[in-house]
Antibody, heavy 121, light 107 residues
Framework: QVQLVESGGGVVQPGKSLRLSCAAS????????MHWVRQAPGKGLEWVAI????????YYADSVKGRFTISRDNSKNTLYLQMNSLRAEDTAVYYC??????????????WGQGTLVTVSS | DIQMTQSPSSLSASVGDRVTITCRAS??????LNWYQQKPGKAPKLLIY???SLQSGVPSRFSGSGSGTDFTLTISSLQPEDFATYYC?????????FGGGTKVEIK
């Protein structure tokens, strides 16, 4: 079954760190660029970051640049998002999504179910 | 960044109605426009890519059109399972931005 499954969400205090994982199954992760997209409660979709199929390039939204790091381990078929210096405004459901292309900017054809990150003291 | 503006932000419609949602880009994006459907508590689902190509498995009552800055998503005959929020997205340039969403509700 072709799917993405996120994990690692939870409640964390402001200023702390959290790492999200996204495990791919039913396909080879190394064939596609991958994204993280988030959705704050009751709000719309916000793109967070992209990593190319081979991990050679990454790009970030201005809102997370310098605090979040996207990475991938193609041997484990897994995508990651390291989130540091978390703020209340980072509270959201985080989705990983597969890009149809290898370097992004195509379309997001497969999404995980999402994992909730709550930043609160 | 390219701004994507959807209208309306919400609409009420009946089963069987023809529904049209529009999306406008702040600059020309050629046909690099995608549409997603999201139901409450679920992940978004790809409906249309490159403005008018129907994703595999998506019913043919969904269609997309447009190029440049103006795009539309049309549902030819609204079905009960189509009540959801719809988002457009540009992938012309990084960051790939989304519209604010259009919530389609039951009249």
């Amino acid at each position: 079954q072709v799917q993405l499954v996120e994990s690692g969400g939870g409640v964390v205090q402001p200023g702390k760190s959290l790492r999200l994982s996204c495990a791919a199954s039913g396909f080879t992760l190394s064939s596609n660029a991958m994204h993280w997209v988030r959705q704050a409660p009751g709000k719309g979709l916000e793109w967070v970051a992209i990593i190319w199929y081979d991990g050679s390039n990454e790009y970030y939204a201005d809102s997370v640049k310098g605090r979040f790091t996207i990475s991938r381990d193609n041997s484990k078929n897994t995508l990651y998002l390291q989130m540091n210096s978390l703020r209340a405004e980072d509270t959201a459901v985080y989705y990983c999504a597969r890009d149809e292309g290898t370097v992004g900017l195509e379309w997001f054809d497969l999404w995980g179910q999402g994992t909730l990150v709550t930043v609160s003291s | 960044d390219i701004q994507m503006t959807q209208s309306p932000s919400s609409l009420s419609a009946s089963v069987g109605d023809r529904v049209t949602i529009t999306c406008r880009a702040s600059q020309s994006i050629s046909r690099y426009l995608n549409w997603y459907q999201q139901k409450p508590g679920k992940a978004p689902k790809l409906l249309i890519y490159t403005a008018s190509s129907l994703q595999s498995g998506v019913p043919s009552r969904f269609s997309g059109s447009g190029s440049g800055t103006d795009f539309t998503l049309t549902i030819s005959s609204l079905q009960p399972e189509d009540f959801a929020t719809y988002y457009c997205q540009q992938t012309y340039s990084t960051p790939p931005t989304f519209g604010g969403g259009t919530k389609v509700e039951i009249k």
